[in-house]
């Protein structure tokens, strides 16, 4: 069902123009996607209500904008060099490559699958006296597939923390998994992998150091720290932000825009006094978690997952989920970064990177706590919720997109009834009224139901329909029309200079903004 789901979602983001595979044409490239007329305003609408929530929010937070290629250095004193890998296995029949580690994954979620379908069967023969969390601690088959699941966890997370790539292959035979293609078990070795692309710079390639592709924005806000500090005069705590492009060599790219080689984040580092950094971190995840609710989520689509093993630079970390159609995944990172960064920058720099506090008088190297989003991951929340395709009352179907106004590509649709009489001309003053703050469409083409349908489609809260009484000064609906609301489907007659109002009411991010 779900799957069902998220393929029509794939389909239907092409079909409108809002995601197109990269250069489709030569058969596109894996796991790289590009955004279309409408994908690009719905990204730019995401991107400006997280951009105006952390610098028009808060006085302490301002932005940057540093560039994708950074001194190789940048990445040998941020760990990446060294510790950004995955562990890749080949299928020797099917020449398929795999991530050690979800292969493993998805194993263990086979087996809890599988404890699910129990508690589902025995739900339905005990009926309303059923007791799940009683069935789950005492079924035997049940207590079987947990204390499996959970040696296979304990023993990966082992050979993880050991970096014993041998333990991870044992793991993967121990566990009979086979290759999805080739439904063999004929497993090359585990080999470490690192995610950064790296490419040449200079025209002279033997002379041309490797550079790299930043893989996370955030290292161009560590290195900038002092810059942004003195010329800004900010005082701690701080924080700075910055969207923009980050690429990774993912092995296992799939599920659409979920995991992308090239995507785009929206960091905010906020550097804080030692010791204040476990306040912070609490705090920044409950102002994360209120930008989500505030775009009409249920809460039952969100949770946190806090970290087991911490990164190296870590000393707490959590994700905010989100239940996308292939189940909760990560959305955001919430990361208490330590000093670890800054540090680690200062030694390979030489250059101090201190904050002199002039309270307790004397210089330290901040902490960070981080807030990290990938914008194409908010796009797939955000679509995947909105999508649906709902039966009417008289038989017919229509998708409709049911996002949140202010974030909606197109937020009016402006109507003439026909084409002839005059009504096309009524139109486009409408158009003239609304179009310089709003992204408007005229559409005079098909019958007025198709034309309905074609903005449910991409989720256009208001269709402004302009009929013959809106021309006809005799007419006690004279200089009116009909504004038709998306997710209701309710019509409602009303003035025409009354228009800009409703539409700003409605689709105001000035509004969403006050109330976080
Ligand atoms: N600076 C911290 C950092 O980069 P991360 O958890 O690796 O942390 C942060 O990435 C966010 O970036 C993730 O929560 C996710 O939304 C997004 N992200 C990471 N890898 C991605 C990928 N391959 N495709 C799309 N989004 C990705």
Redesign the pocket.
């Given at each position: 069902m779900s799957e069902d789901l998220f393929k029509n979602i794939i389909s239907h983001s092409k079909e409108y123009g809002f995601i197109f595979p990269s250069s489709e044409i030569y058969d596109g490239l894996s796991?790289v996607y590009d955004y279309g007329q409408l994908g690009v305003e719905l990204k730019k609408n995401i991107r400006e209500y997280w951009w105006k929530s952390m610098t028009l929010l808060h006085e302490n937070i301002v932005g940057l904008d540093a560039a994708i290629f950074m001194h190789p250095t940048t990445w040998k004193a941020s760990g990446h060099i060294d510790a950004f890998n995955d562990p890749l296995i080949d299928n020797k029949d099917s020449k398929k490559r795999y991530r050690a580690d979800v292969l493993i994954e998805d194993h263990i979620a086979k087996i809890e699958s599988k404890i699910e379908k129990e508690i589902e069967k025995a739900a339905k023969r005990f009926g309303e006296t059923f007791d799940a969390a009683m069935y789950r601690s005492t079924n035997p088959r049940v207590l079987e597939y947990q204390k499996k699941a959970e040696e296979i966890n304990s023993r990966f997370k082992t050979a993880l923390e050991n970096n014993n790539l041998t333990e991870v292959k044992q793991i993967i035979e121990d566990c009979e998994i086979v290759c999805p293609i080739s439904g063999s078990r004929n497993w090359t070795d585990v080999r470490q992998f690192n995610l950064m692309f790296s490419t040449q710079m200079g025209s002279v390639s033997e002379d041309a150091g490797t550079i790299y592709l930043r893989?996370?924005?955030?290292q161009g806000i560590f290195v900038n720290f002092l810059n942004v500090q003195k010329t800004g005069r900010m005082k701690i705590p701080f924080g700075i932000a910055q969207t923009g492009k980050?690429f990774?060599n993912?092995i296992v790219?799939r599920q659409f825009?979920?995991?992308?080689?090239e995507?785009e984040?929206m960091?905010m580092q906020y550097f804080v006094k030692p010791g204040t950094e476990m306040q912070w971190y609490t705090s920044w995840k409950e102002t994360r978690m209120k930008w989500h609710s505030s775009m009409g989520f249920p809460a039952s689509k969100y949770r946190f997952h806090d970290h087991i093993k911490l990164a190296h630079y870590a000393n707490a970390a959590c994700?905010i989920e989100f239940e996308f159609p292939f189940g909760f995944k990560?959305?955001?990172?919430i990361?208490s970064r330590t000093d670890f960064d800054l540090k680690s920058h200062e030694q390979h720099s030489g250059k101090k990177l201190q904050y002199f506090d002039p309270e307790e008088n004397k210089s330290y190297v901040p902490y960070v706590v981080?807030t990290?989003?990938?914008l194409?991951?908010?796009f797939l929340a955000l679509i995947s919720h909105a999508y649906k395709t709902e039966t009417l009352e008289d038989g017919s179907t229509r998708d409709v997109l049911s996002l949140p106004a202010f974030l909606a590509p197109v937020k009016a649709a402006i109507l003439p009834l026909v084409k002839k009489d005059g009504l096309p001309e009524k139109a486009s003053e409408i158009m003239e009224l609304l179009k310089f703050d709003h992204l408007c469409q005229y559409d005079e083409k098909d019958s007025i139901g198709k034309r309905y349908r074609r903005q449910d489609a991409i989720g256009t809260p208001f269709c402004i329909t302009v009929d013959h009484d809106a021309i006809d000064s005799s007419s006690s609906n004279y200089n009116t029309v009909t504004i038709r609301h998306r997710d209701t489907m309710q019509q409602e007659r009303v003035s025409i200079d009354q228009l800009p109002a409703i539409v700003e009411e409605k689709v105001s991010i000035k509004k969403m903004l006050r109330s976080l």
């Open positions: 796991a893989p996370e924005t955030a980050a990774r993912e790219a825009i979920f995991r992308m080689r995507f984040q960091e994700d990560e959305l955001e990172g990361h981080e990290s989003i990938g194409d991951r908010m």
